[in-house]
């Protein structure tokens, strides 16, 4: 099976932001593809703050247009697309392909797993819902689970950690470093 990971960086959280920032890993954290876009509005200051990306960093960049045939085919040549907390991510990618009137169909057909309830469920036992639901930071996941936090809220750091973790929890047999 081969399975991508996948991480965005906005312009912000509303539905009107768009994607600035796309990494796609394979399941061992190596880069397949990572590229930032020059988008359509400023970057919402508090997300610029977050992930250290500047409007003055964005002026030269391809506009994610240009670049959607590429990003169309690994998602579209992927047996499963994972990203930490998903929802979010793929609403970013229906956002920014509905903003530069680029097709959506291929999105609905995606194979999505979402790291966050993986690690919720890994983390508490699955007939305890309200525990299973906990939303935790990637961070705090990886943490718990010993990996190394790196280049935090840049989306191919957020990649390679994904990447890690899901590894981690996989090869977790005794559940030990359950909470």
């Not at 190394?148 to 890690?164: E, L, Y």
């Amino acid at each position: 099976m081969k399975r991508i990971f996948f991480d965005t960086e906005t312009t912000g959280l509303n539905a009107d932001d768009e994607i600035v920032e796309l990494a796609i890993t394979d399941e061992l954290g190596n880069e397949i593809y990572c590229q930032r876009f020059k988008p359509s509005k400023k970057m919402n200051p508090k997300a610029s703050q977050l992930t250290g990306i500047t409007d003055d960093m964005l002026i030269d960049m391809p506009s994610f247009a240009s670049e959607f045939d590429k990003i169309k085919s690994i998602f579209t040549n992927a047996d499963q697309s994972i990203a930490y907390n998903i929802d979010f991510d793929v609403r970013l990618l229906l956002q920014t392909c509905e903003k530069y009137d680029i097709d959506t169909n291929w999105i609905s057909k995606i194979n999505k797993r979402c790291a966050m309830m993986m690690y919720s469920n890994y983390a508490y036992c699955w007939y305890n819902t309200v525990a299973a639901a906990k939303r935790y930071k990637l961070t705090d996941a990886c943490s718990k689970m010993s990996i190394k936090i790196q280049n935090a809220h840049s989306a191919v750091g957020d990649c390679i950690m994904t990447a890690h973790l899901v590894r981690a929890m996989e090869s977790s047999n005794d559940g030990s470093q359950r909470n």
